[in-house]
C-alpha cells in the first residue's frame, strides 16, 4: 500500500481495542450478575420468612414512634408482646429499614425516613 502499512495497523489497532472492551464488558457481566441474583434471592427469602409478622410490628412501632431517643428490647416487650412475637415484628422493622439498632443491639429506635413517612418531627 501507499501508506506504507499504517492503515492496517490503525484498523488492527481498533479491532484490538474494541476487543479488548468487549472483553471486559463480558468479564464484568460475569461477575456482577451471579451477585446481583444471590441478592435478589436472599432478599426474597427474607421477605417469604417475614411474611405475617407485620402485625407483630405495629406495637413495636408505634412506642418507637412516640419516644425520640433509642429504647431497649425490655421496654419494647413491656406493652405484653411476647418475645418471639416482638422478635418477628423487629425482624420485620429491621429488614424493611424502618428502625435502626445499636451496634452493641441493646438500643432500637425509629429511622428519620419513618418519622417522615408518618409526618412526625424530625430532629
Keep these: 500500500s501507499s501508506d506504507g502499512g499504517w492503515s492496517e495497523a490503525i484498523t ?7 476487543d479488548a472492551a468487549a472483553n471486559a464488558a463480558f468479564w464484568e457481566i460475569l461477575l456482577v450478575v451471579p451477585r446481583l441474583l444471590f441478592e435478589g434471592c436472599r432478599t426474597l427469602h427474607g421477605a417469604s420468612i417475614l411474611r405475617g409478622a407485620a402485625p407483630f410490628a405495629a406495637d413495636p412501632l408505634q412506642r418507637l414512634l412516640q419516644r425520640d431517643s433509642g429504647q431497649t428490647l425490655d421496654a ?5 408482646q411476647d418475645a418471639l412475637s ?5 425482624a420485620y422493622l429491621l429488614f424493611y429499614d424502618w428502625i435502626g439498632v445499636s451496634g452493641d443491639g441493646s438500643k432500637v429506635w425509629a429511622l428519620s425516613d419513618t418519622r417522615k413517612a408518618f409526618n412526625l418531627r424530625v430532629d
Design 12 to 18: 488492527h489497532d481498533r479491532t484490538w481495542r474494541f
Design 76 to 80: 419494647l416487650q413491656q406493652g405484653g
Design 86 to 90: 416482638l422478635d418477628r415484628g423487629i
